[in-house]
């Protein structure tokens, strides 16, 4: 059995296996139910908030959690585990205070003075969303912040990078890598205008073009999407307000009354070549994937009716159906103009991936974590969409077993788009124990092939990433 939660917190983000952990840790040759596929190599890579240091622990929001990855290695049928926090700078910081330092977002118009040194960012990176792994090098990804470049197989922090001067703008936690041509497509969102930039950074991993993209007001843009041709910008009504933050209310917030469209330039595009589509008002926190098809761009995602940023996880109910979103699809046609949407799942669900090795260009799976129908940030299990036959194949965890993202391992010499293995953390609830299990991508209501026993509890967290190779 992994090692005990921490007793019950008031606050839901760090409370039962949410709660952080405090030591890094290694273990090889670790216990397994079934067998390591043996065409499976590489590293699977979890990351997520995991705070050292907390200034109020009834306002804490997870999205203050300092970075710490989890790590999965595969190789000839075995696997390894290691655990690290990520050095960031304001990590760094609080360690050497031994307490905090930063506030943290729910606590921003807290009066206690300041506790950040002269000469200290003011904000701090904390690495603690989603990777990117592009030119052979891993990030670690805030999307406030610069990227965090970490080290495999030792998962050292080598430290925040700007691309030699070049990036000027907030860095998404979601970049888009064309496997294709080896661009990698970004951009970052921001209270003060330009409220959105956009930059291009080529195979080689240098950052070759910038532009700006005018919105009407600044929106919490979490996410984005490209195709070979082009990227998609989403203003959608989650907008950002300080004003409405000093008073007294959300500085994130659902304002219908913005509307919803999607904006389509050129990869090389400008600000003024950027084409806007309205759509049906709602959000999208996570695309799966776009792609070109004949007239028409393809633009698939788990979209929901709202959200309740600063409050999930703390509001009694959380409005959950209105909240957790659905797969689907956005058609927009760039001749007429015309946009056709529609739900393409009934299930709710989040996290979506596709094969990374397809990303840009089209696909027929989406795979996603199915949502708890009563607990926030809660998925209950793996959901695979065909696009083709229009139906999802599922595999549940069990009564109070809890899982993350599962994230797409290609199986070694795989030839089509689903040929491999679907892999997450997946935690046992009834008994603290923390499991990773594999399960094969072409029948995934078979459910594990392999469940690797964690010696360690794996809390709760956001992104995962995979690496092939040794």
């Known amino acids: 059995m992994a090692e005990a939660t921490q007793s019950k917190s008031v606050n839901f983000f760090l409370d039962g296996n949410f709660a952080p952990v405090s030591v890094e840790r290694d273990a090889n040759d670790l216990p397994v139910n079934g067998q390591i596929p043996a065409d499976l190599a590489g590293h699977f890579l979890r990351i997520g908030p995991n705070p050292a240091h907390i200034f109020s622990e009834a306002a804490y929001h997870t999205f203050d959690g300092d970075g710490m990855v989890h790590a999965i290695r595969f190789a000839n049928g075995q696997t390894s585990y290691r655990n690290r926090f990520v050095q960031t700078e304001g990590f760094k910081l609080e360690q050497e205070r031994g307490d905090w330092v930063y506030k943290g977002m729910n606590s921003m118009m807290d009066p206690t003075p300041s506790r950040v040194p002269e000469g200290a960012s003011s904000s701090k990176n904390l690495a603690n969303t989603a990777f990117a792994y592009h030119n052979n090098t891993l990030y670690a990804l805030h999307e406030p912040s610069q990227p965090t470049i970490i080290s495999l197989p030792d998962l050292e922090t080598v430290g925040a990078t700007d691309f030699r001067g070049k990036l000027k703008h907030p860095f998404t936690a979601h970049p888009k ?145 209105d909240t957790q979103g659905q797969l689907y699809e956005w058609r927009i046609n760039l001749v007429t103009g015309e946009v056709a949407e529609r739900a393409l799942s009934d299930l709710r669900c989040d996290f979506t991936r596709v094969n990374d090795l397809y990303a840009c260009h089209k696909t027929r799976y989406v795979y996603g974590g199915i949502f708890n129908p009563s607990r926030p940030f809660t998925f209950d299990g793996v959901m695979k969409h065909d696009s083709d036959q229009g139906c999802d194949d599922t595999y549940y965890y069990g009564s109070r077993r809890h899982g993350g993202e599962a994230v797409f391992a290609p199986r070694i010499g795989a030839t089509a788009e689903d040929d491999g293995y679907l892999i997450t953390f997946v935690h046992d609830e009834n008994t603290d124990q923390s499991e990773c299990i594999v399960i094969d991508a072409q029948n995934v209501s078979d459910g594990p092939v392999a469940t690797i026993l964690m010696p360690y509890r794996v809390p709760y967290g956001f992104h995962a990433g995979w690496v092939a190779g040794g």
């Not at 959608?236 to 004003?243: A, G, H, M, N, V």
């Not at 049906?280 to 926190?285: H, L, M, R, S, T």
């Open 177 to 321: 890598i064309d496997q294709k041509t080896g661009e990698m497509m970004t951009f970052g969102y921001a209270f003060q205008a330009p409220y959105v930039s956009y930059s291009v950074i080529n195979a080689d991993g240098d950052l070759v073009h910038t532009t700006p993209i005018t919105i009407p007001k600044p929106v919490f843009m979490h996410d984005f999407a490209a195709t070979s041709k082009y990227s998609l910008f989403l203003d959608f009504p989650i907008t950002l307000d300080i004003e409405r933050a000093i008073a007294g209310g959300p500085p994130i917030d659902f304002e219908e009354a913005h509307g919803a469209r999607i904006g389509v330039m050129p990869r090389y595009g400008t600000d003024a070549d950027v084409r806007w589509f309205d759509v049906k008002p709602g959000v999208v926190v996570h695309t799966a994937n776009a792609w070109d098809e004949g007239d028409e761009v393809v633009l698939q995602a788990s979209r929901s009716k709202t959200a309740d940023i600063i409050g999930a996880g703390l509001n009694a109910g959380d409005k959950l159906p």
